[in-house]
């Protein structure tokens, strides 16, 4: 299994599991576990985080389908790639 990482294409940005959840550098997956199922992912991202601050008005918010009741965003499963590294 080649390591991977899972890139949000209207941003470019990576996921990586924690607080916030969208990084420049992402996490580095190994095992054939696919995070990439069902038909939404949740994005949690502090509006106090360089990220948010950074893309909130470009390409984050205008590519996120919602939010879901503790205000985390929902991104539709179409706008992820898993990318070799």
């Known amino acids: 299994m080649k390591p991977y990482k899972l890139k949000h294409i209207p941003t470019g940005l990576y996921y990586q599991p924690g607080r916030n959840n969208l990084s420049e550098k ?12 069902g038909d939404r992912l949740v994005v949690k991202l502090s509006s106090t985080s360089n990220i948010y ?31 070799d590294i």
Do not use: F, H, P, Q
Request: hydrophobic share 35%; no cysteine.
């Open 26 to 37: 992402g996490k580095i997956y190994y095992a054939d576990y696919n995070i990439l199922k």
């Open 53 to 83: 601050k950074r893309y909130k008005t470009e390409y984050l918010m205008s590519s996120m389908i919602g939010l879901n009741y503790k205000g985390d965003m929902i991104s539709d499963i179409k706008d992820w790639v898993r990318e």
